[in-house]
């Protein structure tokens, strides 16, 4: 788990620094940084796989962009060489300073220094006093020496974090199979593709998920968050109607409308509400073998109406606690989102994102102190404080 992200000089990002929980959720204004804090961790993973460069960041789900809209460039503040980069993990830490002409851009980021660090062992890096720095530029060397350690090693855990990294962001078009998901991903697509196949991943499995969660508690959750359906699957084309016209993929999702008919009450993911498709994406994040160990979903409640997100969020909550394996971190902007969170336990942290009056992203944590307590016992839910702005991450123009 990634218990600590230090950023620098990253878009909006000119110093941020943060330490997560196993649920992390951020909230603020349009354009307050949040998806550039997240991009942030995308750009570092990519660092840890040897290679910064378009397809290695699309792969991660991070927006393409030239160097000048990359590096931080603020009227009050000296433009910087390099973007910089650190995670810390259990101990270890990985950093990395990276540069981009921006009169001529490059393909790739330079590599302009690197340090992996573990206790108690010799740390791993180069800068441009050591002679590792002769080395193609375009190439981590980390990513080279990674080889090298123990899989199970606290710096070689904290690499395959960071490689495996993805931030996902579904959309109802490519849920439903419409659109091909540009980037395909195991178990599904950044943008949702493969859905039905992610589903038959989960719940073909064998009856245990995790310690004593099994499948069968999964689906009862599932049929309890989707109140029109008795039924759900992941099975073949022809089981169920679906027009000639869709795109027919190796599995689809098949649901039971409990209100229809017999004989007409089976429906597609095509046909079914596009929340239900929602809640089941982030169902196969949670608990799919193949998901990244640290994860992001940015704009984590589309589609979801609010009582449907509180009841998803504390869920999600639930699982995410109990798995101990993966680690979550989510935008939102539904109020809704933070009534489900369980801010007692440490591992849930809610994180409001602004921008300062000279425009840098600020991240700060909602402590659950006393005096949001004492207003929630007075009816007063932390959504409403939310809005009211008694924390911040609320535009304060409109």
């Not at 993990?89 to 220094?113: C, I, M, Q």
């Not at 409308?257 to 929602?278: I, K, N, T, W």
């Amino acid at each position: 788990m990634l218990n600590r992200i230090k950023v620098e000089a990253f878009k909006s990002l000119e110093n941020v620094d943060i330490n997560l929980g196993r649920v992390n959720v951020f909230i603020g204004a349009n354009g307050s940084g949040k998806s550039n804090l997240l991009e942030a961790i995308g750009v570092l993973g990519a660092a840890a796989n040897g290679r910064v460069d378009d397809e290695a960041l699309s792969r991660r789900g991070v927006r393409l962009g030239l160097p000048v809209l990359y590096k931080s460039s603020f009227k009050s503040s000296r433009q910087p060489k390099e973007i910089r980069f650190t995670a810390y993990s259990e101990g270890a830490s990985y950093s990395v300073g990276l540069f981009n002409p921006l009169d001529k851009p490059e393909p790739s980021w330079r590599f302009k220094t690197e340090l992996l660090e573990e206790p108690g062992k010799e740390s791993i890096g180069r800068s441009p006093a050591t002679k590792k720095f002769r080395l193609d530029p375009a190439i981590g060397y980390i990513a080279l020496k990674a080889v090298e350690l123990p899989e199970e090693s606290l710096a070689g855990r904290l690499l395959k974090e960071l490689r495996q990294f993805a931030i996902f962001a579904p959309d109802t078009a490519t849920l439903r199979g419409l659109d091909t998901d540009p980037q395909s991903r195991e178990p599904v697509g950044l943008s949702g593709g493969r859905l039905a196949e992610a589903v038959n991943g989960v719940f073909g499995r064998l009856p245990l998920l995790h310690h004593d969660y099994t499948v069968r508690d999964l689906y009862e959750s599932l049929l309890n968050l989707i109140d029109w359906a008795d039924f759900l699957a992941a099975t073949s084309p022809d089981s169920v109607p679906v027009s000639k016209n869709i795109p027919q993929p190796t599995r689809i999702l098949r649901f039971r409308d409990r209100f229809m008919a017999d004989g007409r009450d089976y429906l597609s993911g095509y046909d079914a509400s596009e929340g239900v498709l929602y809640v089941l994406f982030i169902t196969v994040l949670v608990h799919h073998r193949e998901s990244p160990p640290v994860l992001a979903v940015d704009n984590f409640d589309h589609a979801l109406n609010p009582r449907l997100a509180k009841a998803l969020t504390r869920k999600v909550c639930d699982w995410m606690i109990a798995r101990q394996d993966r680690q979550l971190l989510l935008t939102s902007h539904n109020p809704l989102v933070l009534d489900g969170l369980p801010l007692r336990n440490d591992a849930v942290r809610l994180f409001t994102v602004e921008r300062s009056n000279r425009g840098k992203t600020v991240v700060r944590r909602v402590e659950v102190s006393k005096e949001l307590l004492d207003m929630a016992d007075q009816g007063i839910p932390l959504s409403q404080q939310w809005v009211m702005g008694t924390f911040g991450g609320v535009p304060t123009n409109i």
